[in-house]
């Protein structure tokens, strides 16, 4: 039991990082987004959107195995067209790999003509699918342990500076993935008092608890500096905090391009 609830633990928080991950490594993806969120698991969407087309992350043939058949058990009609661009990988390879799974006894197709065919995942495919994706989701806890590890000693690093109360800038995922893990790690002494935003829409809303702000409010919050929290826009928001004469010495860049 105690074993089981360390995993739970530990899955809830690479849930939590997945957004994070979805910010450090490249966000493309050939896939219809809507569809995957609808449809698959948290783990399974960053698979996806991550694995298909990533230089960073190459498509294993243990990957296409898990995605195809998890493809087919979800949709008995999906097309071998439709799971190649899923995937990343050309249709005659998806042809290759289901006659292969076939033979293993992984799945099992009915055709009702020379152009359709449904597709059905064994009892044996369910139990080789399940396998697949814990040995996934166990190399995926070494790159989440190792992302958690980098944030861990860059939230140190700040703390070393004497920074203590400091204001985000950028209410994106970074910003709550920051606080995530600040929030995670009660003994860890920094507290976020705002987040600054330079969207209209975002602010005098809230992120976990937190307010988002403008840029001219900053001066009527104690605070000890800015944390920059977005790659995107890094260096648009460290002009404008320029612009605005604040104290270079109190700006912080979690994304420093220098």
Request: hydrophobic content about 40%.
């Amino acid at each position: 039991m105690l074993v089981f609830c360390i995993f739970l633990d530990l899955r809830k928080d690479i849930e939590i990082f997945v957004r994070f991950f979805n910010k450090m490594v490249y966000s493309s993806c050939i896939i219809n987004t809507i569809d995957v969120e609808l449809n698959h698991s948290i783990t399974e969407q960053w698979m996806v959107s991550h694995l298909s087309d990533n230089s960073f992350f190459k498509p294993t043939l243990l990957y296409k195995e898990f995605m195809i058949l998890d493809l087919i058990e979800k949709n008995a009609h999906i097309t071998q067209r439709e799971i190649a661009k899923t995937i990343g990988v050309a249709v005659s390879m998806i042809n290759s790999y289901l006659d292969a799974y076939e033979k293993k006894g992984l799945i099992k197709k009915k055709k009702h003509s020379t152009k359709t065919v449904e597709y059905f995942v064994t009892k044996k495919g369910i139990e080789r699918k399940k396998v697949l994706n814990i040995s996934y989701l166990s190399a995926s806890l070494k790159v989440y342990k190792s992302a958690k590890e980098n944030i861990a000693k860059f939230l140190d690093q700040v703390i070393d500076k004497g920074f203590k109360i400091i204001l985000l800038y950028g209410a994106g995922e970074v910003a709550e993935i920051l606080l995530q893990s600040i929030l995670l790690d009660k003994n860890m002494p920094i507290k976020i008092s705002a987040i600054i935003d330079d969207d209209q829409n975002k602010q005098n809303h809230t992120l976990i608890n937190t307010k988002i702000i403008s840029l001219k409010e900053i001066n009527a919050i104690p605070h000890d500096g800015i944390l920059i929290s977005s790659y995107t826009n890094n260096d648009i928001m460290l002009s404008k905090l320029k612009q605005a004469n604040y104290d270079n010495s109190k700006i912080l860049q979690f994304f420093d391009r220098a």
